[in-house]
């Protein structure tokens, strides 16, 4: 009996001196398994950050354009009303210089009819003079 617990004792503090052993590398294994949690957390983290910035980048890009192009539509719908407006200004500017011309021109016309129809209105009574002084004269020969 004395042999075996010298042994028992050996085995005991083998057991002893391994149970530190194993206690040192599964608390490492644990320190490494949470390190590496750790930093898969910290990764998805960082990543969800990103995705989370970028949406909110993207949304304000998106927004950023839509203002420029309404901006853009106003400022294309105004030039638009005034280069009409302006266009409306000049045709009517045009046609009232034609109206004025047109008068000008109907004035004109008229004044020649009237000394046209003086003249023929005068021409005929000469004619007619003249064909009744040949008449009279025919009559005296």
Do not use: C, H
């Not at 644990?30 to 909110?56: F, G, I, M, P």
């Amino acid at each position: 009996m004395r042999l075996t617990i010298p042994e028992e004792i050996r085995s005991a503090e083998d057991v002893l001196s391994q149970k530190d052993q194993i206690l040192n590398t599964a608390q490492n294994d644990a320190r490494r398994t949470k390190s590496v949690a750790d930093d898969e957390l910290r990764e998805r983290l960082n990543s969800n950050e990103l995705v989370t910035q970028a949406e909110t980048r993207a949304a304000e890009t998106v927004r950023d354009a839509e203002e420029r192009i309404t901006r853009m539509l106003q400022q294309s719908e105004a030039e638009a009303l005034s280069r009409k407006t302006e266009a409306d200004a000049y045709a009517l500017r045009s046609l009232r210089a034609m109206e004025v011309e047109l008068g000008k021109l109907s004035g004109s016309v008229r004044k020649g009819i009237e000394v046209l129809a003086e003249q023929t209105a005068s021409n005929m009574n000469s004619r007619r003079y003249a064909e009744e002084e040949e008449a009279a004269a025919g009559m005296l020969r």
